[in-house]
């Protein structure tokens, strides 16, 4: 698959507001752990090689165990390797990643307002958000992995 082109180079401005969310998501209270472990789960969902590759090479830099990188895509089979918080964020970063189908459930909210207080959940959604709006760029764009 051929890069098409580069969003950077051709839409400065857009890909600098995107940029923006990121910067945002730097600030918040977020474990970086958890913000990759969303990042990889709704990455796996859109067939973004790209930021898959990406992300979970950020979170071993971050300390992240390579087994569990290895299980993010089935890790309701394998809850004991992740916490509550981790395993309700990425119930959110997959419900929200295929909002056509049902969106962020009453059941997955209500155990995220068990886990995170409304400012963090508010926080997952843009990290959610944001993941989503970088996947699409670079599947849309065949963005090459290492570039």
């Not at 859109?46 to 992240?64: K, L, P, Q, S």
């Not at 089979?77 to 970063?93: G, I, W």
Request: net charge negative.
């Amino acid at each position: 698959m051929e890069q098409r082109f580069n969003m950077q180079q051709l839409q400065p401005q857009a890909f600098k507001a995107v940029l923006g969310l990121e910067g945002y998501l730097a600030t918040t209270d977020l474990p970086k752990t958890l913000k990759e472990l969303i990042k990889i789960r709704a990455s796996q969902i859109n067939n973004c090689a790209y930021c898959i590759d990406m992300h979970t090479r950020d979170a071993i830099r971050n300390g992240e165990d390579v087994h569990r990188l290895l299980l993010v895509s089935a890790w309701r089979e394998a809850k004991s390797f992740f916490s509550e918080e981790e395993q309700t964020a990425m119930a959110m970063a997959e419900e929200i990643t295929l909002i056509h189908q049902q969106g962020l459930s009453a059941d997955t909210y209500a155990r995220a307002t068990a886990v995170f207080s409304e400012t963090q959940i508010a926080q997952i959604i843009m990290a959610i958000v944001t993941i989503n709006a970088w996947n699409r760029i670079a599947v849309s764009t065949h963005q090459q992995i290492g570039q």
